[in-house]
């Protein structure tokens, strides 16, 4: 049997072990470093109980208060004092007081012969001063230091590479229960260094408070970063200073996502990033708009001249559809953007354009009256030559836009789902606008006969909450949208078989088909084209009716008719399938059209050579022996997945787990 796991580079190969000492490194040092803590505070506590005891009147307070009475005795009168001696308080009668008024001369020798004596009697950990415990922590700080030296060679392409899988192996061994979560806080401190250029939060967002102070206060040692995405938010004031002092020194930053876990608003990043991160491409932003304390500040982006992609998720109330067009207008290389006011923007664009061509010429207006008065008008100011550079960036603005991808949906964790909804005279202005758009993801559009007409280089349609028969079958048939490459619905109620028809019929040059979190009813017919095969060139099918990824789904799905016909029709000849995930709902199909057995071998028994991954959920038959031929003709197959919802019983499963667990990734 051939072994079907991943062929894995060399560089990979040495990541992995390079990642698995580093880790073991790193937990030895934590270990140490908790035994050196728990030593010292056993010496501490024992320390503490050697002087509460001469205080408490045991023997030795006694004896030292049976040497004292001699000398009282002597003196017959005790109000009778001497000049050169002080009285005795209540209070100094611990030891320490009266070893300095019998022996002022030799505190420094008694001292000494005090730690000699607690080095042979106490414990091994020596009692250290305030220089002592400083040179202990530098100590510590040299533990991990020493342990990055080994790999500080490394180039910075690679040590994102190596920080990216020690992380992942650590959060595994975690899961595993095979280490704790304090662990993950000493590997983010370890591996935010100057060589970084790649740091991501999403994987650690869940393990603890601590990190986050942790995070905000080690990036700025990253000098070198490039790409930068947060999911956690400032717990508090510190925070918030690490976190602007973070960003004013990471000048080189090309990416960056502030992506909160809940509702925050990182609005106070904006102006540091528009100031210090002039390189920026790409910027992903949440922030409520209603606390910017500058009504230009969301203008402000327009100094990152170099930006390609910008999503805007605004959750205030104030309305920023004319500093939306400014965007438009001045970030001429900009290829995404999303924001909520997009297309109240993009029809805003004239006024706008009006409104600063009079402020232009009002203020030249000013500007030459006031070069008049004072004899210098072939003198050219600094304001004139900024208003050439406003005039020269505003030609053109009256054309079309540079937009290459207009989405109207995102959903972000903890905030929810920004759905833009828009009428029908909105989004034909938008398709006329934004020509060279290649992804359209739309909420509930009305009608997309006169969009596809306007978009040539569509690629890729996301639609969610459509009725795709009244907005959709008419329009494929009629247009025949070659170009259209993926197919991503959800959401949608009125999932039939004349829809599916006139997909296969007017998109041929399918790859991506995805219908999730929808009705899907067998009504209608299955059409096949003319000459060819519905789906030849199809390599990703995800067909479940619930939602993916732990995204919320918009509606409830009624109905999920997938039954043989239409599983034959998609995938019946589909040989270039590299993805393959279905679900089905026996208690919706007729008898008529519930695959069996032998529709299965049929259907997945075909040779497949490009096919890696296949989840097949709740089919109504299987055999064990399915596996078999599965492997036999799909030779690239690395993952079967949910074969826990197959009915079949526990023993076949087990002995499938047993007998492919070797060469297949079972789950």
Known sequence: MVLRKKILSLETLAMTRLSQLSFEAIKSALILEETSKSNERQYSDNKYKRKRSYSSGDQTQEEIQWHKRPKTRENPNPEVIARNKRPLDDDDDSDDCVRSHKFPKLDGKSEMNQKRKEQNSGPLVLEMSRDDTTVKYLEKKDTFHTIRHYFLPLPHSLWSHYSKMLINHTLKLISLGCAEDKVILKVVEYILCEKLTSFSTRAIENYGSELEGTVYDKLRHCRQLLSLEVTMKPRGERDLVAAVLSLQRLRLLQMISLLPPERYSFHWALREVTQH???????????????????????????????????????????????????????????????????????????????????ISHSSAETGQGDQGSGESDIKTEQESQQIDVRQEMRGVEGVLELERVDLCWHQQGLGYQLVYVPSSYLVHLAHMCPKVTLLNLVGPPCLVQVFSSLDALKVLVLQQASLTSCMTRSLHRLHLNGLTELLVSDVWDVTHDLVSAVACGCPNLRVLSVTNSSLEARGDLVSPPHRVPFPNLQQVTLVPTMLQDRPGLTTPVIWELGKHLTHYIMGDTLMLVALHIQYKVEDLSPGDTPTQRDFDNILSCFRPNLHTLVLEWPPAVSPSLVERIIVTCPALTTLGDITTWPITTHQRDTLIIRHAHSLNLT
Do not use: M
Not at 278 to 285: I, N, P, S, T, Y
Not at 307 to 315: A, E, G
């Open 277 to 359: 991160c002039r390189a920026l491409h790409g910027l992903k932003l949440v922030y409520n708009g209603d606390l910017f304390s500058n009504a230009d500040d969301l203008v402000n982006l327009t100094r990152c001249t170099s930006l390609t992609s910008l999503w805007l998720f605004n959750f205030g109330r104030r309305s920023e559809t004319i500093k939306v067009s400014r965007l438009l207008k001045f970030l001429k290389n900009l290829k995404i953007l999303f924001h909520k006011e997009l297309p109240n923007a993009i029809l805003e664009l004239p006024h706008t354009n009006e409104i600063d061509n009079d402020n």
